[in-house]
């Protein structure tokens, strides 16, 4: 199974300010990262697809990049909507594979 | 509107058997491909199986290979999973998500989730 790593695991930070989660893959997934925002209510939330392309009605404010074992969802500027839970997620082989998840706290 | 709302969770004894519903509404869902995500408390998601737009073809996890099955009815515009031999570390909420032709593993839609308790 291809393990995901994301990092920070936490992360405190301010409206207005821009964030960057990483995210590592065991091996080379060519691109096949996806990215997820999770509520406190459960409500998920798909951001961006293939690592890069934004999801239909997803803020400008976010972004994905990347390549082999690293990628990177970056929020540009932190909305008070924007704390939330967020998770990547492989599909490059089965089993589909998710990170373990950053949690977005205001400082 | 894409709505996918789950249902038929609860409380159910280790070894018995728990089927979940998925009723989908504003696509056309004979033409996606489906999958079920679970969470389990405090922790993060796990995809549990796909199931390609026609039924034809599925996809498991390891860990529920040979207790849990995914099927659809088109006519109906449902998934399904049914789950059988449960054990405690299946309790968790099951998310029915959709899986789109173009980015398959891709869940483009999620509904609100169903928690499954797994307990004597």
């Known amino acids: 199974d291809i393990q995901m790593t994301q990092t920070p695991s936490s992360m405190p930070a301010s409206l207005g300010e821009r964030v960057t989660i990483s995210c590592r893959a065991s091996?080379?997934?060519?691109?096949?990262l996806n990215w997820y925002q999770q509520k406190p209510d459960g409500t998920i939330k798909p951001l961006i697809y293939y690592t890069s392309n934004l999801q239909s009605g997803v803020p400008s404010r976010f972004s994905g990049s990347g390549s082999g074992t690293d990628y990177s969802l970056t929020i540009s500027s932190l909305e008070p909507e924007d704390f939330a839970m967020y998770y990547c997620?492989?599909?490059?082989?089965?089993?589909?594979?998710f990170g373990s998840g950053t949690k977005l706290e205001i400082k | 509107e894409v709505q996918l709302v789950e249902s038929g969770g609860g409380l159910v004894q280790p070894g018995r058997s728990m089927k979940l519903s998925c009723a989908a509404s504003g696509f056309t869902f004979s033409n996606y491909g489906m999958a079920w995500v679970r969470q389990a408390p405090t922790k993060g998601l796990e995809w549990v199986a796909t199931i390609s737009y026609d039924g034809s073809s599925t996809y498991y996890r390891d860990s529920v290979k040979g207790r849990f099955t995914i099927s659809r009815d088109n006519a109906k515009s449902t998934l399904y999973l049914q789950m059988n031999s449960l054990r405690s570390e299946d309790t968790a909420t099951y998310y029915c998500t959709r899986d789109p032709p173009i980015h398959k593993g891709f869940f483009d839609y999620w509904g609100q989730g169903v928690m499954v308790t797994v307990s004597s």
């Open positions: 997620q492989q599909y490059d082989s089965s089993p589909l594979t």
């Open positions: 091996q080379g997934i060519s691109n096949y």
